[in-house]
């Protein structure tokens, strides 16, 4: 593999991809096949039992993605006006990316535990 071009290169990386995408596929329907024969085999009606959905889910996703996009922005400014003078500014976009990130997902745990608690003090 010394003299590989990239043109050989790109044409296995895509064999690859698409091996591991097939791949992945088939192990989702494996083990969703393979959880429906446990089902049946307890006794159990596999069309009854859904998945448990998870109300604050879609909170928590969306606040985590607007504090890292806002966490990004932030950098971008600070790293074409503050930083101008310095060449490497990596670390303050990933410092940025993580702190909002991390405020989006405590914002999150604090609207879940208001909610969680006026639902409690109702019952």
Known sequence: ????????LGVMAGIIISLGFFAMI???IY????ERMA???RGM???RYKP?????QTLKWGLLLIGAGAGLFIAYILDRTVFVSQDDNAAIYFGL???CGGLGL???YKIEKKETDKIAAQE
Do not use: K, V, W
Not at 1 to 8: I, R, S, V
Not at 52 to 56: I, L
């Open 1 to 8: 593999m010394e003299n590989m071009d990239t043109g050989n």
């Open 26 to 28: 088939f192990g989702i």
């Open 31 to 34: 083990l969703h096949r393979r």
């Open 39 to 41: 089902m049946i085999e």
């Open 45 to 47: 009606d596999p069309r």
């Open 52 to 56: 448990q959905s998870a109300p604050y």
């Open 97 to 99: 990316i993580a702190i």
């Open 106 to 108: 405590f914002t999150s």
